[in-house]
């Protein structure tokens, strides 16, 4: 992955650099030291850019004529599959196989609308169209009115929350309907409706 982009010498810093940080990872428990000698450290700038070059070199050496389109972000993936669930289910085994079970992958399948992050992906005569999603158990613990942060941290936190409905929401109706549900959940953390509206 890094060879073609950089000299012999930086390639042979990036590995070294990076099996370094992979390896050399301690804790001290009850006056015992231990090392990880599995997967990455939690915290560590270099493990979400690990974890994705590895994901990215497993995807790469597994294709299928049935996977229409993939993406993903770091551990979150959404793909289009042409074929049945049995199929996709075998070609998901590969990630597992590949790598002695170490990654386990949850998947929720549908034909016609899926939540991806914030956002339903639905798809209707072939074509696909965005809504808002929020999770079932989002408490929706927004920045209080009354607390120490300035007015101005508080005001563009409302136009920018706003400005992400009018993206995610394919209808007015629907962008209508989520900012009637966000000026009730600023209500109750006790912005008064006065400074909502303005």
């Not at 049945?84 to 949850?106: A, G, M, P, R």
């Not at 563009?156 to 009637?180: A, D, Q, S």
């Amino acid at each position: 992955i890094i060879s073609p982009h950089f000299s012999p010498a930086k390639t042979n810093l990036i590995y070294t650099l990076s099996a370094f940080v992979l390896e050399c990872n301690f804790l001290t428990f009850d006056n015992q030291i231990y090392q990880q000698v599995k997967g990455s450290a939690m915290g560590s700038n270099l493990s979400v850019v690990y974890a994705s070059l590895f994901l990215s070199y497993l995807e790469n050496s597994q294709s299928s004529p049935h996977l229409f389109y993939l993406t993903r972000y770091i551990d979150d993936a959404f793909g289009v599959w042409t074929s049945t669930k049995s199929q996709l289910l075998e070609y998901l085994n590969f990630y597992s196989l590949k790598t002695n079970n170490s990654i386990k992958i949850t998947i929720q399948t549908s034909p016609i609308r899926l939540p991806f992050f914030d956002i339903w992906i639905n798809l209707e005569n072939s074509k696909f169209s965005f809504n808002c999603f929020q999770k079932p158990l989002n408490s929706y613990q927004c920045l209080p009115f009354f607390s120490d942060h300035p007015m101005h941290i508080k005001q563009p936190f409302i136009i920018n929350e706003l400005r992400r409905y009018i993206v995610r929401e394919r209808t007015p109706l629907g962008y209508f309907e989520m900012k009637k549900h966000f000026f009730h959940r600023l209500v109750s953390r006790g912005y008064p409706p006065s400074f909502i509206l303005r």
